[in-house]
């Protein structure tokens, strides 16, 4: 049997940040990815933007590790060439809303963050013309990266250091071993050429997104009960194919279960609106470890593109309608339902499993994708101190 020091589920951006700091940390690592290729789940299926960290509750890994990852990913992005640009972000209201736009204030201050600018109508009719409000926070350390490029350099740290990734490698089962550390079954292979292969490995972690708790329940020795029941909530973007008059991302005030429909821009200059929020219910615990993107329907249905124009249009009166298209969905993993209060990043290691070696991560949606290498830095504090 293959022997290896550390195992870490998933090529996603925070598997593969977690990956590269247990492989420069010494350790010899592989990523079993059960696509053909990394990056192709939640990590490819997102807004791309560098949060600054203002929504979180005091206190929770959410507002700490967006803080601190939203750093080390300037630095990163900086240091290898990532394309990234720090673009600023503007949160809108009208007078209706200024309390919300005042907890958002509060809730930044607490976590650290001391930037944000307040605009009134004027201020903010200088900045962007076409934008309609009566108030706005301006978040200048907000920006947009090239998620595919920051796994890429992601990747390339980890090989430097004798790490690799093994796609179309599914992780079935791992049993925990008398002497220490893990056998894991590896379900290698497409199609009809599929083959299981065993490995043993010292540590493993958990980072398989969308599919974490099944492949949790498939680790003999979670305990069930630290296992939670996770909730899938779809995000629809439309892209806009008409010159774009603002220069900054817009965002309205968050609503349940999301930051509310926002325009993002990409790298390359080109609009988009989302995530909206589409409930689509509980996950099922049963299901195989690594099956859940191939069940989803990521297409975004026409019809919500009615929802999309009446959201945009209470700050963007002009938006030319007739230029939307449905364009791409990502599917946050939430440890909360509708209607209950939102929920934290869970980070379960060995004090919290009652398990040397194994690092579970759930519920790891945004921000997750600028927490990513703050998210590395606890797992390998809680895997090697
Ligand atoms: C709509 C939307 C918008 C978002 N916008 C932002 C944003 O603007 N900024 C931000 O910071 N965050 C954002 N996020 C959150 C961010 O995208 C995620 O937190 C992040 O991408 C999660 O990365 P991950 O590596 O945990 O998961 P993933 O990228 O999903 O990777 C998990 C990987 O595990 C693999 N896998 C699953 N099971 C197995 C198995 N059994 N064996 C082997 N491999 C397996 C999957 O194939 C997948 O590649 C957004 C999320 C959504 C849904």
Not at 43 to 66: D, F, M, Q, T, W
Not at 158 to 174: P, Q
Not at 179 to 196: A, I, M, R, Y
């Amino acid at each position: 049997m293959d022997r290896v020091d550390a195992v870490v589920v998933g090529a996603g951006v925070v598997g593969l940040a977690v990956a590269r700091a247990l492989a420069r940390a010494g350790r010899e690592t592989i990523v079993l990815e059960s696509a053909e290729r990394h990056g192709t789940g939640t990590s490819s299926r997102n807004s791309g933007v560098i949060h600054a960290g203002l929504y979180y509750p005091e206190g929770s890994l959410k507002a700490s590790l967006c803080v601190r990852g939203r750093e080390l990913l300037y630095e990163f992005a900086a240091s290898r060439q990532v394309p990234h640009r720090r673009v600023g972000k503007l949160i809108v209201a009208l007078q209706t809303r200024e309390a919300a736009l005042r907890t958002i204030v509060e809730r930044a201050e607490a976590a650290g963050v001391l930037n944000l600018e307040w605009l009134d109508a004027q201020a903010l009719a200088r900045m962007e013309p076409a934008l309609r409000a009566d108030v706005a926070l301006h978040s200048p350390s907000t920006g947009i990266i090239d998620a595919h490029g920051l796994m890429h350099a992601l990747e390339g740290d980890l090989t430097d250091a004798g790490g690799m990734v093994a796609v179309c490698s599914r992780l079935t089962r791992a049993t925990p071993l008398s002497g220490g550390g893990f056998e894991l079954t590896v379900s290698s292979g497409l199609g009809p050429d599929v083959q299981e292969t065993s490995l043993h490995a010292h540590r493993i972690v958990n980072a398989a997104g969308l599919d974490a708790d099944a492949v949790a329940r498939r680790i003999v020795g979670t305990p069930p009960e630290r296992i939670p029941q996770v909730y899938f909530a779809k995000g629809n973007y439309a892209s806009l194919s008409a010159p774009c008059p603002f220069s900054r991302l817009i965002y309205p005030v968050p609503v349940p279960g999301g930051l509310g429909t926002h325009l993002t821009l990409d790298m390359g200059g080109q609009a988009q609106f989302g995530p909206d929020v589409e409930w689509l219910g509980a996950a099922d615990p049963s299901r195989e470890p690594g099956s859940t993107a191939a069940m989803q329907d990521f297409r975004v249905d026409e019809a919500r593109l009615a929802g999309f124009v009446r959201d945009v249009q209470t700050w963007w009166p002009s938006l030319p309608t007739e230029r939307l298209r449905p364009a791409y969905s990502g599917i946050r993993p939430k440890l909360s339902n509708l209607g209950e209060p939102v929920a934290d990043f869970q980070i379960l290691g060995p004090s919290e499993l009652g398990l040397d070696g194994l690092v579970h991560l759930f519920g790891i949606e945004s921000p997750g994708l600028t927490a990513s290498l703050a998210i590395a830095e606890v797992v390998e504090q809680k895997l090697l101190r």
